[in-house]
């Protein structure tokens, strides 16, 4: 039997998401719920496959399932397609298994030539909406389809809408339209050598081709690779009956939530505009009107629709974001999937669901995002210093957050100056896909037109990117990059700063405040924390970090980066005077001055901790790294230790290395100087004998041994460890103790952790290293090597920021397994960056290590990662 690549709404439904994608499958089951659906089909995510990697052609056998489909569809609508009569008009809509707003391109209105469009003015007798819908379609089909460029419709449309005096595309007559229609197929004609394709069949097969190459394009990548979606999903095609909001005053458009999505408030929220089709709302064309104004003006249907949307709403569990589309006073809905949300209004809605006793508070968890609290981890501005601030204009609130940085008027620009390091504010008319990047690289995004369901506005809250949209006041002018606003005119690389949660824009710099975790924030995260079972620990090197992330609810240190406390400019220099020494005596002396710091450092750190675990790790970068690099830093440590310039010089000769990466590093620091690492031990175990006196605790620092790969050096190690630490207690005359382990990072100690377990007491997982050993490629130069291999598709993720489950997750399994196998107990952990990457938590949980280890800020997302892993894969 033939593979079934087509299937009409009405054999579908909701679970076959992979198969139908997401709009598909939601308009599948839509119809089975008895909602008023235009009926159509779907083509499925495996033709897209089949059509993408077989030379991108649509097969016949396709083709003929396309065929009888649309003979279905003509039974049920009582129309006939590519007739001239009463024609079949149908959308062409592309549909991922999950949604990727304004990613793919729709076609509407398609079915129509010069003969059916006067077959629609009849039937309807509407010309003027026949020769509008048409149109549109010769302007989408030629864009999205064949890729002549929209400008140049744009320009006819506007400069004719100029010549004639018009302020809107409302005012436009059905012979301003005839004359627009035929304009649009010169243009076509001209680009393309040919005429405007009259066959609705070649039409269809056309539009469906082009949705398949469209989940080929740069933004669908763009897009895929920062929401982690895999290229081999491919997307649906859906083929859908058309119904008209542009049919006059008792037609429309809208896109509405069922609740709040910037707040999570309960109540309807979204706009729509009457006399449009639907893509005038999302692109931001005109100013849509709020969607509470329709209970005045559409009554009967406003109280139909907010019965639907609560329908859908208890069936999904779960918050809606449809489109809706109103022909004649008739209501029909196109579209409904769960609603993207800010983090604020995500965590409203969990909580506020599981009291209306909709859902349990486990599954409540699994519907926020863990990534999206990010968005509540970053500061807001700071009060006093808002009042002050002088604002210049107000639009809408799009997406919460405050953002401070320097206008740009492209997402070009803006990638530049965001790789010089600056923050920047897009400031655009209205976003489109290929800003995408931009926004994701900008502090804040500006637009001109559009509201709160807009590209702009759905893309940014999608990010957690700031965004304030809609600000008609704004006079812009884009070429010459400034704009005006409020008396002002704000040049490119000028100040301003937006507040995403009341609209407001100010001119300059305005400071931000630190956010903290309350509400229903708390609340959520209480219950994460009961269901998981990693433990969720920081890297942290200062006290201030390790405060804020015990604030963020974090259960001791798994990192401490002893090398990062040297970098102070007084420190630097008697660090600098260490290096530099030419014997053990001097070294020695030199270490001498640094054990004080030390001592402070780490009490500070204890007490932060208030008693929680903390691992520390012996100095471990290449001393390379260190070696001064102007003249007066040498004469700084001349100065420290009374040695010549010129012999100083020598010595760094000495220290440089061609691959320090790979060179003289972590524990074969100890290996050469073993004065370092005593002076390291001395400091973290007097530092706990004198805290833990003074404030009670019992602290039993965790020594992290940094870069094993044999077990004769790891042995080495904790032998000057074990001995320094020895004398440092007996002469305390107190109690205390220790434990020692090893950062795994080396391929190698990966191969024997068996025989290093039978020393270490602990293993913690270093994957920055472990994967750049791994891949062999080096952490600091992956970064153009990383775009090509993601753009050509050769790896699916970064895998320095998502972990590897393949190679590097094979390694880390194998250690796992070994070290148990020799101390069945052994404590595991992970502290690169991966311990703060949903994916990379998962993962660890599955690999049953105790705890993970990351920066602060992302502590609750570790938090929520781990109790959804849990819940996902109970152990
Ligand atoms: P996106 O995934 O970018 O939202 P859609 O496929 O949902 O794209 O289509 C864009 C807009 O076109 C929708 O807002 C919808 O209102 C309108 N639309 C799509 N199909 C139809 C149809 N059959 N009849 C009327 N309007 C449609
Ligand atoms: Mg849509
Ligand atoms: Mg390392």
Redesign the pocket.
Known sequence: MSTKYVYMFSEGNGSMKELLGGKGANLAEMTNLGLPIPQGFTVSTEACTLYNTSGKVLSDEIKAQVDKAIVKLEEISGKKFGDNANPLLVSVRSGSRASMPGMMDTVLNLGLNDEAVEGLANATGNPRFAYDSFRRFIMMFADVVIGVSKKKFDKVLDEYKESKGYGSDLDLNVDDLKHICEEFKKIYRDDQGKDFPADAKIQLYEAIGAVFRSWDNERAFSYRRMNDIPYDWGTAVNVQSMVFGNMGDDSGTGVVFSRNAATGVDEIYGEYMINAQGEDVVAGVRTPKPFAQLKEEMPAIYDEFVNYAKKLERHYKDMQDMEITIEKGKLYFLQTRNGKRTATAALKIAVDMVDEGLITSEEALLKVEPRQLDQLLHPTFDTKALKEANPIGKALPASPGAATGKVYFNAEDVKEASERGEACILVRLETSPEDIEGMARSKGVLTVRGGMTSHAAVVARGMGTCCVSGCEEIKMNEEEKYFDLGGHRIKEGDYISLDGSTGNIYLGEIKTVDPEISGNFAKFMEWADKVRDLKVRTNADTPKDASKAIEFGAEGIGLTRTEHMFFDEERIIKFRAMILSDSVSEREKALEELIPYQISDFKGLYEAMEGRPVTIRLL?PPLHEFIPHTEAEYEAVSKQNGKPVAELKAKAAALHEINPMMGHR?CRLSVTFPEITRMQIVAIIKAAIEINKEKGYNIVPEIMI??VGEIKEFRFVKEIVDSTAAEVIKEAGVDLQYMVGT?I?IPRACLTADAIAKEAEFFSF?T??LTQLTYGLSRDDAGKILNDYIGKNIYEADPTARLDRTGVGQLMQMAVEKGKSTKENIKLGICGEHGGDPSSVEFCHMLGLNYVSCSPYRVPIARLAAAQAALKFPR
């Open positions: 471990d972590g940094p870069l950062m990072e270093g920055n290293d």
